[in-house]
């Protein structure tokens, strides 16, 4: 492939997360990568003295790409394809890196550790290996040892990071030791506790409980995360139709939080809530783009939380010049009777909302669902432009609906608009959640 072969491919190529294919003229992979921008990650290639990399180039016919929603999701899938299609080039470009794996320990409360050793090797001498993963513990009175792995991961600080935001849904034992009383990471939700005291012995249910923790991480890590929500989704349906709210809200919270660490390209980043620089810039292209009257200063956001009509809730999220204004959000407790309609829902909070004529009037309304709600919230906005984020079958984002008529996919809206609106939209969702589970567990 000569440069203005492979300018010409890039042209083909989203500014959005994914993994790019270089490809020869047998169509079989040459190398694999991710990128948080396809676009501008390949471009790099048309910059690049290194020997090896241009080797590959000239080898390669065509490039192919497959976009994701998130770095993390990247990083899954780059993960699957090296392994599927095991690239020449991915191993001649390490820059004698070993690429890291995720390991997990045969102890009856499983260990997660990040490991750099090959994987060829990993599974060969399971007593050698484990022996080179330090502080490693023995608990339970037996050595632990490496039961299985998941990888090749290219980006180790990538990887971690996943982890991290991992463990705060699914908690799991990291202590270097047992000990008498209950650890710091058991005080702030990363550890279950019974996992590592000393003188309690685990029962059945914890030792389920714990197991199934590390599961879902297995099967996130391995990209099985959409049939995990399935599975979520099912068992939460059942527990409501049992009336088993606690637990039926619990599982939901589970599939929120999993959603939110995949929906945010930037989450990858160690703060996961974003900072416009450059508001002016922004708000004057959101106008443009929605052909708004005036610059949307204040923009509001609204959502619902319930579990089948029960206990719903609604809230408010504002942004002011770009900016989250926490001290203008409000809830509202739902007085629709006995119903799961949307955008009944959406009016009630919309008509209680303009009844409070001291609140600032927002420049544009922000509203999460379809037509139904776009159209109920433009017979009660009093003239104020409104728009409505719909969601694909993965609950993420995927195009707005204005109050024109017009339709705008989010992919083909400016990254940093793209974010503003995600960002307004989970910050609505996530204080509605938050309001739902205070009246649940009062009711309870």
């Not at 003295?49 to 770095?71: G, Q």
């Not at 991290?164 to 650890?183: D, E, V």
């Not at 579990?307 to 739902?334: L, P, T």
């Not at 940093?416 to 989970?426: A, E, G, Q």
């Amino acid at each position: 492939m000569t440069p203005i072969e492979l300018s010409k491919e890039i042209r083909n190529l989203p500014n959005n997360p994914g993994i790019y294919l270089f490809k020869n003229s047998k169509n079989k992979p040459l190398y694999i990568g991710k990128a948080l921008n396809l676009k501008n990650r390949v471009k790099y290639y048309l910059k690049t003295n290194d020997a090896r990399f241009k080797k590959m180039i000239s080898e390669a016919h065509k490039i192919d790409f497959r976009e994701t929603n998130s770095e993390i999701e990247a990083l899954i899938l780059e993960s699957q394809y090296i392994k599927k299609y095991k690239p020449e080039f991915n191993i001649v470009l390490r820059d004698d890196k070993q690429y890291s794996s995720v390991i997990f320990t045969d102890d009856p409360f499983q260990k997660i550790f990040v490991t750099h050793q090959p994987q060829n090797k990993l599974l060969r001498d399971k007593e050698q290996e484990t022996r080179k993963i330090k502080n490693l513990t023995w608990l339970h009175g037996s050595p632990s040892f490496v039961s299985e792995h998941i990888g090749p991961f290219t980006d180790a600080g990538a990887l971690k990071t996943t982890l991290r935001l991992l463990r705060r849904i699914f908690p799991y034992c990291t202590c270097k030791q047992q000990h008498n009383n209950y650890c710091l990471n058991y005080h702030i939700g990363k550890c279950l506790g019974f996992c590592c005291l000393k003188k309690q012995t685990a029962n059945n249910l914890q030792l389920i409980i714990y197991r199934k923790n590390i599961k879902a991480i297995k099967d996130i890590l391995s990209g099985k995360r959409e049939s995990l929500i399935k599975d979520f989704e099912k068992k939460m349906k059942n527990l409501s139709n049992k009336q088993d709210y606690e637990k039926a809200i619990e599982l939901q919270g589970k599939i929120e939080k999993i959603r939110r660490v995949f929906k945010n390209a930037r989450i990858i980043n160690k703060n996961p809530v974003m900072i416009y620089h450059n508001s002016s810039r922004i708000l004057n292209s959101l106008q443009n783009i929605l052909n708004l009257l005036s610059l949307p200063h204040r923009i509001e956001c609204y959502d619902i939380a319930n579990i089948q009509g029960k206990h719903a809730v609604g809230a408010m999220a504002v942004f002011i010049n770009g900016r989250s204004d926490k001290n203008e959000y409000r809830k509202f407790k739902i007085y629709t009777k006995n119903t799961p309609n949307d955008a009944a829902m959406i009016k009630e909070i919309l008509i209680r909302r303009f009844n409070h004529s001291e609140w600032p009037k927002p420049n544009l309304i922000l509203v999460d669902g379809g037509k139904a709600q776009l159209n109920i919230a433009k017979k009660i906005s009093k003239k104020i432009p409104i728009i409505a984020l719909t969601k694909n079958e993965k609950h993420v984002g995927e195009k707005i609906l204005t109050s024109a008529g017009k339709m705008i996919t989010l992919s083909k809206l400016p990254t940093d608009i793209r974010n503003l609106l995600i960002n307004l939209d989970s910050e609505a969702h996530n204080f509605a959640i938050s309001y739902y589970r205070k009246l649940h567990r009062k009711s309870v």
